[in-house]
C-alpha cells in the first residue's frame, strides 16, 4: 500500500457517506447579507450569524477600507512582538466602554478567545464546572487547562448546586462556565441563579456570550446587561465574527484580567494579531451600536414577527427567548429534506441533526437579521407553510 494514499482517510469518508452525513461545502459567490448568492442561485439568508447586518454594511466597509491605506493588509506579528498596532488598543477601549467593564483583551476570533483564557486563568488545584451543552470551544479550552473538570447538567441549578457542594472545597479556585445563550435552541442561561450560586460558594464565572452580545441587553450589551448584573460576572467572552459582523473574540473583565492574558494567553503569543481591516471595521460597528439601538430593535421585531408566523401556522418553534428560532422536525431525514427542499424555493436554512443536537430533535436552525425586508420575511414564511404541508410537517 502506498501510504502517500491517504487510504485511511478515503475510508473514513466512505463511512460518512454511508452513514448519510457526507456534505460538501456551500459556495457563497458575494457578500453575507439578507439575500446571497449559494451556488449560483439566489437565497433568501436564514442561516448566517450577521445578526444586525453589519457584515457588509457601508459604514463597517469604508472603515475596513480606511483602515488598509493606513495600516496594510497583515498585523506583520504577534501582540507580544510588534503585531499590537494602536487601533487594537482603541477598539479594546471602546468594547470595555461599550460592555462597562474595566478592560477588554481582543483575540483573533471567539474560538481562540476560549482556548486562551480558559487554560490561562485556571490551573493544577483549580476545577472547571462546565454546563453539558456548553460550546465546542469553550470543551476545546476546558481540555486545554490543567484544572479538574465537571459537568452539570444543561441549566440544571439544583445539579450545579450538588456538584459544588460535592466539589467546592478539594479546590483553591472553582470557575463555573457556561454560555449566555445556547446557540442549538436560543434559550438563555440562569445568569442570576448561577451568580447566586458562584456567590455563596465563593466561585468565579465565565460566560460565553457569543450569540448575546448585540442582541440582548441595551444597544446589545449582552446576556450580562439583560440581567443587570454587571460586576458580578468575571470573565466576559464576546465575539467580533457574529452580530458585530466581521471577525474576532474578546474578554471583558478587570484590568488584572489582561495584563496576566498579556503575558499567558497562547493565541496572543503565538499566533499574528486580528488584521487592521478586520479590527477597525469592529471599531466602526461597536461605534453604530453605541450611537443606536435601531439595529438591535429592528433585529427583535424581525424575530418577534417571523415567530409568531410560524407558530400560528403549527410548526413547533421550540423555547427561545432569542432571534435563533428552532424549527423542530424530529426526523432527522426528514429535516434534511425540508432543508433541500426550501433551498429549491429560494429560502437557506440549514438542517442540524445528531450528533449536535439529541438524536430525534432534528431541526431547522433560523436565524433572523435585522436585514430582512418584510418581504424576505414573507417570502420566506410562504415557502415554509407550503412545503410544511408538501411534506406533512403541518
Ligand atoms: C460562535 C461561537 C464561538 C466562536 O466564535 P468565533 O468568533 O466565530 O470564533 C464561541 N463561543 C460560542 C458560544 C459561539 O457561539
Known amino acids: 500500500m502506498n501510504k502517500h494514499e491517504l487510504t485511511y482517510l478515503k475510508e473514513k469518508i466512505e463511512q460518512l ?91 483573533q476570533s471567539g474560538l481562540n478567545c476560549n482556548i486562551g483564557v480558559i487554560q490561562a486563568i485556571v490551573d493544577r488545584g ?19 487547562s490543567k484544572a479538574d473538570k ?56 465565565y ?13 446589545g450589551r449582552g446576556s450580562v446587561d439583560h440581567f443587570g448584573l454587571h460586576g458580578r460576572v468575571d470573565f466576559i467572552i464576546g465575539t467580533l465574527s457574529k452580530a458585530i459582523g466581521v471577525v474576532g473574540g474578546y474578554v471583558a473583565s478587570k484590568k488584572e484580567t489582561k495584563t496576566w492574558l498579556s503575558h499567558r494567553a ?19 460597528s461597536v461605534k453604530m451600536l453605541m450611537e443606536s439601538d435601531e439595529y438591535t430593535t429592528k433585529l427583535w421585531d424581525n424575530a418577534t414577527y417571523f415567530k409568531e408566523k410560524l407558530g400560528t401556522l403549527g410548526f413547533d418553534t421550540g423555547h427561545s427567548e432569542t432571534p435563533i428560532t428552532p424549527v423542530i422536525i424530529g426526523n432527522e431525514a426528514k429535516t434534511m429534506a425540508f432543508s433541500k427542499a426550501l433551498l429549491e424555493a429560494g429560502v437557506y436554512v440549514s438542517g442540524i441533526v445528531f450528533p449536535t443536537v439529541p438524536k430525534g430533535t432534528g431541526r431547522l436552525r433560523v436565524m433572523i437579521s435585522a436585514s430582512h425586508t418584510k418581504d424576505n420575511l414573507d417570502f420566506a414564511i410562504a415557502q415554509f407553510e407550503r412545503v410544511g404541508k408538501e411534506l406533512n410537517i403541518i
Request: aromatic content about 6%; proline content about 4%; overall charge negative.
Open 17 to 107: 457517506k454511508n452513514d448519510g452525513v457526507y456534505r460538501e461545502l456551500p459556495v457563497n459567490y458575494g457578500p453575507c447579507d439578507n439575500v446571497i448568492n449559494l451556488n449560483g442561485h439566489e437565497v433568501v439568508n436564514l442561516s448566517s450569524n450577521n445578526y444586525l447586518g453589519l457584515a457588509n454594511h457601508p459604514r463597517v466597509k469604508q472603515a475596513a477600507i480606511d483602515a488598509v491605506q493606513k495600516y496594510g493588509a497583515g498585523a506583520g506579528a504577534v501582540r507580544t512582538i510588534v503585531g499590537n498596532y494602536d487601533l487594537i488598543e482603541q477598539l479594546e477601549d471602546l468594547l470595555a466602554e461599550f460592555k462597562h467593564e474595566d478592560a477588554v483583551m481582543c483575540f
Open 126 to 144: 483549580d476545577l472547571i464546572i462546565s454546563d453539558e451543552l456548553n460550546h465546542a470551544s469553550i470543551i476545546d479550552g476546558v481540555r486545554l
Open 150 to 205: 465537571a459537568i452539570f447538567k444543561h441549566s440544571d441549578m439544583n445539579d450545579l448546586r450538588r456538584v459544588l457542594e460535592e466539589k467546592r472545597h478539594n479546590y483553591k479556585n472553582v470557575l463555573i462556565i457556561t454560555d449566555g445563550v445556547f446557540s442549538m435552541d436560543g434559550d438563555l442561561a440562569k445568569l442570576p441563579d448561577i451568580v447566586a450560586l458562584a456567590e455563596e460558594f465563593d466561585a468565579m464565572t
Open 207 to 219: 460566560v460565553d456570550d457569543a450569540h448575546g452580545s448585540g442582541v440582548l441587553g441595551e444597544s
Open 266 to 284: 497562547r493565541p496572543l503569543l503565538f499566533s499574528t494579531a486580528l488584521p487592521p481591516a478586520a479590527t477597525a471595521a469592529a471599531i466602526e
